[in-house]
């Protein structure tokens, strides 16, 4: 089957968006119980996000692994540091920065 590049129409697109919302605001409050669960709510958004060609808006970027795609909540399992007008965040399950410069 040959794959469309097209996008998908906005009321689509408009569901998604709430989809990916809903699954953050579930992963944060799963984190406690079942981090792993968490970890699970940010594959299927970033799925969402994907397929429906949606740019996750900044705040929710913030909330999880570039490299290992975890949930990160910061002073549990990522650290938060000011650098040079940067922002950086440390992942603590895979050992890696994350840099979000700041305006
Ligand atoms: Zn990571």
């Known amino acids: 089957m040959p794959r469309k590049y097209s996008k ?3 009321q689509q ?3 998604a968006k709430n989809r990916i919302k809903f699954l953050f605001q579930h992963a944060k409050e799963v984190f406690k ?8 709510y940010v ?4 799925r969402i996000a994907m397929k429906y060609k949606i740019r996750l808006p ?9 490299h290992c795609h975890r949930y990160l909540v910061p002073g549990v399992n990522s ?7 940067r922002l950086i965040y440390y992942c603590m399950s895979c050992r890696h920065y994350t840099r979000y410069p700041v305006k």
């Open 8 to 10: 998908k129409p906005a």
């Open 13 to 15: 697109e408009r569901i």
């Open 33 to 40: 119980e079942d981090s792993k669960l968490a970890d699970k």
């Open 43 to 46: 594959k299927l958004a970033r």
């Open 58 to 66: 900044s705040s929710l970027k913030k909330k999880f692994c570039k």
């Open 79 to 85: 650290r938060v540091r000011l650098h040079k007008h």
